[in-house]
């Protein structure tokens, strides 16, 4: 494992981050002491960051991180999440979830397979008062008295254009619960947003070899900025680490039609991996790291398969420089 800067800041943070989305939902197979096993096996391999959120499977997920590290506080980096409020009928699942995951699990039932009205709708709030309330929460499930980065989840333009959550962010930072903030952003546009308001110290932006919208202006922006760059789904979300075959059917004609150019796409760069006899995941992972600027990536896990697979990419990728020229190869191949 190798280790870079978080920006300016004074954290350093492992090259690759454990993605905690879905540890602890419903279809999680692991009980809480194995998940928990997990994330200690991932920090003696090198492992330090960890992106959670308080909405991810109902705050399970920070309270799993509070388990396994609440020892160990200063040995990880903490990034967690705020500004999507629970539904009821969410809220209400999270408290029956002992009683309610083995009935799921006997029924191999999948996350778009629950009725709408069981998963209830989200919403988001921004507002000073529920950020602060939201952090206090989080400190309380991860079982620690400062998060090392406190991000807005998704938030819309509107609020980035405002401003206004910046004044409760400074407040906890001010108050030692909070070292850094940012934003997980979803769109380019969003990033750049961002990128207008100094007191932020980092941003989360999607990144990876089918989606390289960021690379062009937000990243080589933010790293002259001295921002922490976290890149997410560098594996495109699944298609770069797994055969398309094992992916869900399409629901839509539109969702279908997306899917073949995909396919014609993932086809094309697996057969460019195989030239130079490497594996797409491996590359894909090397594109990633390979950018200028980019602090940690992040991969979503919940297994120790995932683990100790992500970790073998990790290890195959030796050398940045070839991981540059291969994919300049890829952009020839394309024109």
Not at 41 to 68: H, K, N, P
Not at 246 to 275: F, H, I, M, N, Y
Request: net charge positive; proline share 5%.
């Amino acid at each position: 494992m190798r280790y870079r800067r978080f920006g300016s800041t004074a954290l350093t943070v492992s090259e690759v981050g454990f993605g905690c989305a879905r540890l602890g939902g419903f279809f999680q197979s692991a009980g809480r002491p194995e998940i928990v096993r997990l994330l200690r096996s991932a920090l003696d391999r090198g492992v330090t960051f960890f992106d959670t959120s308080d909405m991810y499977t109902q705050g399970e997920s920070e309270m799993l991180l509070g388990e396994a590290f609440g020892r160990d506080r200063d040995a990880v980096v903490i990034a967690t999440k705020a500004g999507y409020v629970l539904p009821g009928r969410r809220r209400v699942a999270s408290v029956l979830k002992p009683v309610l995951r083995p009935m799921i699990r006997s029924a191999r039932l999948r996350t778009d397979q629950l009725p709408g009205r069981m998963r209830g709708s989200l919403s988001q709030d921004f507002s000073p008062s529920h950020l602060i309330s939201a952090a206090e929460r989080s400190l309380r499930r991860l079982r620690t008295d400062h998060i090392d980065v406190f991000q807005l989840h998704s938030p819309p333009p509107e609020v980035l254009t405002s401003g206004a959550f910046l004044d409760p962010l400074d407040l906890l930072q001010r108050q030692g619960k909070v070292r850094y903030y940012g934003v997980s952003c979803e769109t380019t546009a969003d990033a750049l947003a961002c990128l207008g308001h100094v007191q932020i110290s980092c941003i989360q932006l999607r990144l990876n070899l089918l989606d390289q919208s960021a690379l062009t202006v937000v990243v080589p922006q933010a790293t002259e900025r001295g921002l922490g760059v976290v890149a997410r789904e560098c594996y495109g979300g699944g298609p770069l680490a797994r055969p398309m075959s094992t992916v869900r059917p399409a629901q839509t004609v539109a969702e279908e039609r997306r899917r073949e150019g995909q396919a014609q796409e993932l086809s094309g760069l697996e057969r460019l991996a195989e030239c130079h006899h490497d594996q797409l995941p491996q590359v894909a992972l090397k594109f990633v790291l390979s950018q200028p600027g980019i602090s940690v990536a992040l991969l979503g896990m919940r297994t120790r398969e995932q683990l100790e697979s992500n970790l073998a990419h990790l290890a195959a990728c030796s050398s940045w420089s070839e991981a540059t020229s291969w994919y300049r190869l890829a952009a020839e191949a394309d024109r």
